[in-house]
């Protein structure tokens, strides 16, 4: 496989804010049809890396590519689908022209952006309140737009800063069915979190972070092997160990 | 091209949504019908100068409610959106930041034209009302009320970008109003006044946005005509490169600013 065929290909990326690095020499590579979850404390550099592959901002240092493209190139960014960490969206608006305003921005003509909406609107359980002001939201109901919004254009990558944030047990079960079917499709994902137990139900490989550097990266299967038992274990044994 | 329209028309959208479902230019709107309204009534003395009076009042309120709108609604267009985040869902789509700051510059003007269309609308209602008539005049000063309004958006986009909504809309409003009651008369100032004090003045009237060239009241008020139409093109020249410098300046802004 070249370094096109992968979603995600990140070499030796280092970001800096004013002489501290909070990003270290982060590699990692991410494959269609693959699920990866990305691990760490608060302030580990997930979202910071996590912006770096969407061209929110630029690397100090090192490479990522998406699909071959740099992501700063909006072509590029045509291929992801991203929700941020927290789920702000124009509270004047409703979810459905939420929906509409994201698809003009993806190029979408409205046909397509309506049906796509339809079908979005019903998977994550917002049809009823289709039509309510985003303001008058919960913060799951939130979350729940902002998934909609990042899968509205069908894009063959996502990449989700916390997505479990706010969601209720049942959203959590049919989001973790929602990107199942997405990675049969082929699709691949990129997640941060704090879920341990939602992260293994869900990942392929993680990476775990901790102050701006990969302290571990490697298939779910294999947590079992390490002799930590499951991810939560293992989390606290790498962060240990990282000292 | 589609791909580029449907962006573009998405933008403009959501800036015209957001400065018509908030309540303040509603507000606005509710507020120059109530003043201009007992304006359309009044016939003080039967006299036709008082007429001209109440003309000039109506149109001084004009002035000022477009004045409010047009920094409103520039200044909405990028702080808010940074200090609420919905900045990041926007910036990852498949769009340039230049192709926003057009977008949701263009918004912002139609939102800005659409309540000066109904302010103007009220007016020349209230005018009719009292049977005054206004000739080519008229045109003329609302195409260039309308140039101001460009200029004044793009001043206020490009503040948006660099300070507080409350800092921004303070400086703009000073620098418009500013320019527009005392802007004639600042060459006379700086002649008058010595050393760096002069330089200054002159250096504010070389580069602040001359309010003052887009003011048609008199015009209308006291009947004199439509103005030449070499200096009525050079004054909506004057808006366009003015215009065209502050989004250039706004887009490098923009460009560079990290999120």
């Given amino acids: ?243 | 091209m589609k791909f580029f329209l449907r962006q573009t028309a998405a933008l403009v959208k959501l800036s015209f949504l957001e400065l018509w479902r908030r309540n303040d230019v509603f507000a606005l709107v509710l507020l120059a019908l109530a003043l201009m309204a007992p304006l359309s009534m009044a016939t003080p003395f039967g006299a036709a100068g008082a007429s001209r009076c109440l003309d000039e009042v109506a149109l001084l309120l004009v002035w000022a409610f477009s004045l409010f709108v047009s920094i409103g609604a520039g200044q909405r267009l990028f702080r808010p959106e940074f200090e609420s985040r919905t900045v990041y869902p926007l910036f990852s789509k498949p769009v340039s930041r230049t192709r926003i700051l057009a977008g949701k510059y263009l918004g912002a003007l139609a939102s800005a034209w659409s309540a000066l269309a109904l302010f103007y609308a009220l007016f020349t209602g209230s005018a009719l009302l009292r049977g005054t008539g206004f000739g080519a005049a008229l045109p003329q000063a609302i195409a260039l009320h309308a140039a101001f309004v460009a200029l004044a958006v793009a001043l206020s986009l490009l503040g948006s970008l660099v300070m507080s909504a409350s800092a921004n809309s303070t400086l703009c409003a000073i620098a418009l109003a500013g320019m527009f009651f005392f802007g004639r008369r600042l060459p006379d100032f700086a002649a008058g006044a010595g050393g760096i004090v002069s330089w200054l003045v002159r250096a504010a009237y070389a580069i602040g946005p001359h309010a003052e060239f887009f003011d048609m009241r008199q015009r209308l008020v006291h009947g004199w005509g439509a103005i030449d139409p070499l200096a009525f093109a050079a004054v909506l020249a004057y808006a366009a490169a003015y215009t065209a410098a502050l989004l250039c300046v706004a887009a490098a802004v923009l460009k560079r600013k990290r999120l």
């Fill in chain 1, 1 to 243: 496989m070249n370094s096109s065929d992968a979603a995600v290909k990140a070499e030796n990326l280092c970001r800096t804010f004013g002489g501290r690095l909070a990003v270290d020499g982060l590699s990692l590579e991410l494959n269609p049809g693959e699920v990866m979850g990305f691990l760490g404390t608060n302030g580990a550099g997930k979202t910071t890396t996590i912006k770096m592959l969407t061209g929110l901002d630029r690397p100090t240092s090192g490479t990522v590519t998406v699909f071959g493209g740099d992501p700063a190139d909006p072509a590029t960014r045509a291929k992801i689908g991203y929700m941020p960490e927290i789920a702000y969206y124009y509270p004047w608006l409703n979810a459905r022209e939420l929906l509409a305003f994201y698809g003009g921005m993806c190029g979408m003509d409205r046909r397509t952006v309506k049906s796509r909406s339809d079908e979005l609107l019903e998977t994550v359980g917002l049809a009823d309140a289709a039509k309510r002001p985003l303001k008058t939201y919960s913060k799951g109901m939130l979350q729940r737009a902002g998934i909609a919004q990042a899968l509205l254009a069908d894009p063959p990558l996502l990449v989700l800063d916390e997505p479990f944030t706010g969601l209720d047990p049942l959203a959590r079960i049919r989001f973790r069915e929602l990107m199942r079917s997405l990675r049969e499709r082929g699709k691949a994902i990129f997640f941060s979190s704090h879920e341990l137990g939602e992260t293994e139900l869900l990942c392929d490989r993680v990476a775990i972070m901790k102050n701006g550097r990969c302290v571990y990266q490697g298939p779910v299967r294999d947590i079992a092997g390490d002799g930590c038992g499951n991810l939560e274990r293992l989390f606290l044994k790498t962060l240990e160990d990282a000292k």
